[in-house]
Nanobody, 118 residues
Framework: QVKLAESGGALVQPGGSLRLSCAAS??????????MNWYRQAPGKERELVAGISGASFTTEYADSVKGRFTISRDNAKKMVYLQMNSLKPEDTAVYYC?????????WGQGTQVTVSS
């Protein structure tokens, strides 16, 4: 059974940093074939793509709002995906979701809450 489990969400002050982790299980040997993404959803807003990383070439993409502050990475051997978030702003407050996609399947984690507030 495929599962994505996020962790690392917390309350942090503006300007602070957090690292989110996503542990993938049930993918067998196919994890490297999945593009992995982080989405977020703030109260009253639509879910939006924050960052993505391809399976084999590790090509990355970022939303304009987080470029230069967030870094996505993955470890295919450990089946882990990370989101390093620096210089956090109150507008980064949201539930952050891990997302896996290949040509046939899409999977979502349950999310982890990030709150940026003084």
């Amino acid at each position: 059974q495929v599962k994505l489990a996020e962790s690392g969400g917390a309350l942090v002050q503006p300007g602070g940093s957090l690292r989110l982790s996503c542990a993938a299980s049930g993918f067998g040997l196919t994890f490297s074939l999945y593009a992995m993404n982080w989405y977020r959803q703030a109260p009253g807003k639509e879910r939006e793509l924050v960052a993505g990383i391809s399976g084999a070439s590790f090509t990355t993409e970022y939303a304009d709002s987080v470029k230069g502050r967030f870094t996505i990475s993955r470890d295919n051997a450990k089946k882990m995906v990370y989101l390093q978030m620096n210089s956090l702003k109150p507008e980064d407050t949201a539930v952050y979701y891990c997302h896996a996609k290949n040509r046939n399947y899409v999977y979502w984690g349950q999310g982890t809450q990030v709150t940026v507030s003084s």
